[in-house]
């Protein structure tokens, strides 16, 4: 039998501290935020889901999610709420709730902020060990703020200068639909 995991408080919401199973709310769960790459939901704690990574980010408009990329897993997106921008394999693509973004592995692709509010997104990937991943050059994207200069397959290069993601508390203005 699995046991349940042991939720705990932390600065910025809950956390889940063991292994097991769990039911965690969104409005009640840890955060993380970042000046220029939005905010994003911690549903699995100090320990990463081994198979599958799942987040719910928050983008509000011009806000991308990370770094225009492609790397040698599969990701899937839904978007939950509110608009955003997709780029993807150097094409434009605006997105409302419930659209559904389907990533075969490789796949150039990065999100941004639209609309008149925030925009969340709901973000599924597959994790093994040594995945490979490559920021290629793209005008596209760095017209949006979300592209290098050079191409790497370091996200420590990638990210150089972006600052830090921290733990973020969660308000009515950052998912005013909860």
Same mark, same amino acid.
């Given at each position: 039998?699995?046991?349940? *995991?042991?939720?705990?408080? $932390?600065?910025?919401?809950?956390?889940? !501290? $063991?292994?097991?199973?769990?039911?965690?709310?969104?409005?009640? !769960?840890?955060?993380?935020?970042?000046?220029?790459?939005?905010?994003?939901?911690?549903?699995?704690?100090?320990?990463?889901?081994?198979?599958?990574?799942?987040?719910?980010?928050?983008?509000?408009?011009?806000?991308?999610?990370?770094?225009?990329?492609?790397?040698? *897993?599969?990701?899937?997106?839904?978007?939950?709420?509110?608009?955003?921008?997709?780029?993807?394999?150097?094409?434009?693509?605006?997105?409302?709730? &419930?659209?559904?973004?389907?990533?075969?592995?490789?796949?150039?692709?990065?999100?941004?902020?639209?609309?008149?509010?925030?925009?969340?997104?709901?973000?599924?990937?597959?994790?093994?060990?040594?995945?490979?991943?490559?920021?290629?050059?793209?005008?596209? !994207?760095?017209?949006?703020?979300?592209?290098?200069?050079?191409? $790497?397959?370091?996200?420590?290069?990638?990210?150089?200068?972006?600052?830090? &993601?921290?733990?973020?508390?969660?308000?009515?203005?950052?998912?005013? &639909?909860?």
């Amino acid at each position: 039998m699995v046991e349940e *995991a042991r939720l705990v408080e $932390t600065e910025s919401g809950m956390s889940p !501290a $063991t292994d097991g199973w769990y039911v965690l709310s969104l409005a009640r !769960a840890a955060w993380f935020g970042h000046e220029r790459f939005g905010m994003a939901c911690d549903f699995e704690g100090e320990k990463e889901f081994p198979q599958v990574g799942v987040n719910v980010h928050v983008l509000w408009p011009g806000q991308p999610n990370g770094m225009y990329h492609g790397e040698d *897993a599969q990701e899937d997106f839904l978007v939950l709420c509110g608009e955003c921008v997709l780029l993807v394999e150097g094409q434009e693509r605006r997105l409302r709730a &419930w659209d559904f973004v389907h990533c075969p592995p490789w796949t150039e692709h990065i999100f941004v902020g639209a609309g008149e509010g925030p925009c969340a997104i709901l973000m599924i990937g597959a994790r093994r060990p040594g995945r490979a991943i490559d920021y290629p050059v793209s005008e596209l !994207a760095r017209s949006h703020g979300a592209g290098v200069e050079v191409e $790497t397959p370091r996200p420590a290069e990638a990210y150089a200068g972006s600052g830090e &993601w921290s733990r973020a508390v969660l308000s009515d203005a950052s998912l005013p &639909w909860l």
